[in-house]
Each structure stands twice: as structure tokens, then as C-alpha cells.
């Protein structure tokens, strides 16, 4: 039976579990690019998030978590365009050395407890009062500002130029723009995004672990292919509403498989499968359209024949 509470969280991690889908909307749509930076920056930004909150400091945690975020975004992009890395591979290299600093972050700890650490949403909770959806309140508004700035960004000069850059690399490079410089922006805000989701996931859950950002990229996906899937890909508008409903969607299917008494092990299995069948959906579709005209096309050459004889 799905409750109230599990509507209230699966609404909750959707909205800020959509940061990354943004992101990865940026990253992987807008410059083509898969950047597999994401796992690393999404633990780095819970990293930075956790220790600044266990110091004092809630809400500069998370422009924390955003800087170190766009610096791990930096170093991919560095390796692509200036040292000639491929794409993919500078991002396993710069998500398998995140993995050491974000244990340094942590001071060489697995896991950042912060049970009795004043967060963001225990002070939107003295604002709101207890009784009112105050965690659901602060992930949205975070989310809606995030997605409002991006969008705005992506319609600036800069943003546009952005944009060109992946659809039309070669185009963007006689146009005298520094594509390297536009790939180096985007990704920087995209992972800048990406780990400011990690810092508003662990002050939510008031704790940070190592394996936190594990399989991120495949949720990400999964919630941005859920949306576009759904909504279909009309402007940034349109495509920024399927990131956050593709994430709460994505999150609502992880909530019923929990109540279906599936183990946690699980889960990344089916986020595995459900960015399968939402990648596949197309084609299925238009094989399954042209088995049915087979069939019907068959059907009717042997009624013909029947009624020759």
C-alpha cells in the first residue's frame, strides 16, 4: 500500500535527485557528452556538504559543494580539450581520482554522521514548523531556482553558443568560438549541478557516505530518458519539466519496487533495466509496428490465394 510518507519522499529525492537529470540533460543532450565525472562529483558534493555542515556552515556547504563540483567538471574538461583525452575516458580518469579526495574531504572516513548537526532542512523546519512538508518545500524551491537559472543561462550568448556546440562542433569552430572554452563552461556548471545535489542528498539524510555517488549516472539517466519519453523533446521548457517529473517518476518506481519487499541490493539493477526499456521504447515500438504490418500484409495474402482457388 502506497502511504502518504512514501508519496511525501519519493516527491522529496525526485526533486532533488532531478539536479543530476539536469545535469546530465546538459552534459549529455546539449553537448553530447557522456560525462561519467558524475558518480565522483555527486560523492564530492555530499563530501564537502557534510563537512561544512558538521563545521557550522549548512548553506555554505552547498555553494561549497558547487565550486568543488565545477572544479571536478574542470579537470574533465581540461583533459578533453587541452590534453586530447577522449571524452569518456577523461571522465573515468577524473571519477577514479575523485574517489581519494572525497575520502580526504571526509578526513579518510567512509561515513560522515550528522545526527546531531544543524542541516538546511532543520532550519526550514524551524521556519515552516514540523507539521508543514518543510523538506519537500526546500528540495522544490532549490530545484525551481536551479532549473530557472539554467534555463535562462542556456538562452544568454554563451548558452546558445553552448548549445551550438553540440549539435555542430566543426560549425561552432568557423564561427570563431573556442569550443573548448564552451565544453569547459558546460561541463563545469553541469557537474556544478551534479554535486549540489550530492550536498542536499546528505544534509536530507543527515549523513554522507563514500558509495553515495555509486551508479548515479544510470539513475540520471534513467529519469531524464523516463521524462523525455513521456514529454517527448520540445524546448527548455518542456525538456526541464521532464528531468524533474522523469526524477520523481523514477523515484516512485523505486518506492514500489521497495514495498514489493525487493532487496536494497537490487535497486541499481533496476535502474539498469528501466534505462534499458526507456532507451529501447522506440525501437521496440517501431518493431513491434512492422511485425503487426507483416502479419496483416501476410493475413491478406492468404485470404487472396483462398479465394484465387
Not at 517501431?286 to 504490418?293: I, L, S, T
Request: glycine share 10%.
Amino acid at each position: 500500500m502506497i502511504t502518504t510518507a512514501i508519496v511525501l519522499s519519493a516527491l522529496e529525492l525526485g526533486c532533488i535527485y532531478a539536479l543530476v537529470a539536469m545535469a546530465l540533460f546538459l552534459s549529455f543532450r546539449v553537448l553530447n557528452i557522456a560525462d561519467m565525472t558524475t558518480d565522483g562529483a555527486f560523492t564530492l558534493g555530499c563530501a564537502v556538504s557534510a563537512t561544512m555542515a558538521v563545521a557550522g556552515h549548512p548553506v555554505l556547504g552547498l555553494f561549497a559543494a558547487m565550486v568543488s563540483g565545477a572544479a571536478a567538471g574542470f579537470v574533465t574538461a581540461f583533459l578533453q580539450t587541452r590534453m586530447g583525452v577522449p571524452s569518456i575516458l577523461a571522465g573515468i580518469i577524473t571519477n577514479t581520482g575523485l574517489y581519494t579526495i572525497n575520502l580526504a574531504v571526509m578526513g579518510f572516513s567512509s561515513n560522515v554522521p550528522m545526527l546531531k548537526t544543524t542541516t538546511l532542512f532543520t532550519m526550514a523546519e524551524s521556519l515552516f514548523g514540523e507539521n508543514a512538508p518543510y523538506k519537500l518545500i526546500t528540495a522544490a524551491i532549490i530545484t525551481a531556482v536551479v532549473c530557472a537559472l539554467l534555463i535562462a543561462f542556456l538562452g544568454t550568448r554563451l548558452g546558445l553558443s553552448i548549445r551550438a556546440t553540440g549539435d555542430n562542433p566543426d560549425m561552432v569552430r568557423a564561427s570563431s568560438i573556442n569550443t573548448a572554452f564552451t565544453i569547459t563552461v558546460g561541463l563545469c556548471i553541469a557537474n556544478a549541478m551534479t554535486a549540489l545535489s550530492g550536498a542536499v542528498l546528505a544534509q536530507y539524510q543527515k549523513s554522507a557516505d563514500i558509495n553515495l555517488g555509486t551508479g548515479m549516472v544510470v539513475i540520471g539517466l534513467a529519469s531524464l530518458i523516463i521524462g523525455e519519453t513521456l514529454f517527448g523533446r520540445g524546448g527548455l521548457w518542456t525538456k526541464a519539466v521532464a528531468a524533474v517529473a522523469g526524477s520523481i517518476i523514477y523515484r516512485f518506481i523505486i518506492a514500489i519496487a521497495m514495498r514489493a519487499n525487493l532487496p536494497s541490493e537490487a535497486l541499481k539493477l533496476i535502474s539498469a533495466i528501466i534505462v534499458v526499456l526507456a532507451i529501447s521504447a522506440p525501437a521496440l515500438k517501431k518493431g513491434a509496428e512492422f511485425q503487426r504490418r507483416r502479419y496483416a500484409a501476410m493475413l491478406g495474402l492468404k485470404k487472396g490465394g483462398s479465394q484465387d482457388a
